[in-house]
């Protein structure tokens, strides 16, 4: 079983996204911005990180690609693409980087929707969680032939709601 950890907009927190790391093994960790802090703080060791809108020290990218068992994830923090207004030109960004799994962050708000052939994940907010009010974030699990499930956790670790997206994967060879 595969399984990739999705968090964002931690807003400066730093033990919790520790926590949150030690909670849970893992093949990969991801942050989709506004972490607040710089590349080099200690609470983003083995985290893959991209720029968020407040993170003003941080020398992260924009735009990362991370591919994990035939599945290519797109990850981003949204605000460049406009994700409170609508998911349209995050949809073609990950359309031209032939994303599978798309995350992204800035909104706040918990969400997994698959739109075509993608899977967009936001997995809210540990800090300031908007129209759920709790704080949280995703394990994604998969294993091939693809099924691949989604899991929100509140901070504390308990898990809020699943969603299984069951052969609506196609594998990409």
């Known amino acids: 079983m595969n399984k990739v950890l999705i968090v964002s907009d931690s807003h400066g927190l730093t033990?919790?996204?520790?926590?949150i790391k030690e909670?849970?093994?893992v093949s990969e960790y991801i942050h989709?911005?506004?972490s607040e802090l710089t590349a080099e703080a200690a609470p983003l060791n083995g985290?893959?990180?991209v720029?968020?809108?407040c993170d003003w020290q941080g020398d992260f990218q924009d735009e990362l690609i991370v591919e994990k068992a035939r599945l290519r994830f797109f990850i981003t923090h949204g605000h460049l693409f406009d994700v409170k207004s609508t998911l349209l030109n995050l949809q073609y960004r990950a359309l031209e980087v032939n994303a599978d799994i798309v995350c992204f962050g800035h909104s706040h708000i918990a969400y997994a929707e698959k739109i075509g052939e993608q899977l967009f994940i936001n997995p809210g907010?540990?800090?300031l969680p908007k129209h759920f009010n709790v704080p949280s974030y995703v394990i994604i699990e998969w294993e091939v032939p693809l099924e691949?499930?989604?899991t929100f956790y509140s901070l504390e670790g308990e898990e809020i709601m699943t969603f299984p997206y069951k052969n609506k994967f196609t594998?990409?060879?």
Do not use: P
């Not at 033990?15 to 926590?19: D, I, M, Q, V, Y």
């Open 148 to 150: 691949v499930k989604v």
């Open 15 to 19: 033990s919790e996204l520790e926590t």
């Open 32 to 34: 989709c911005g506004d």
């Open 171 to 173: 594998i990409k060879n």
């Open 23 to 25: 909670r849970h093994q």
């Open 47 to 49: 985290y893959q990180v």
């Open 51 to 53: 720029k968020g809108n």
């Open 125 to 127: 907010s540990i800090l």
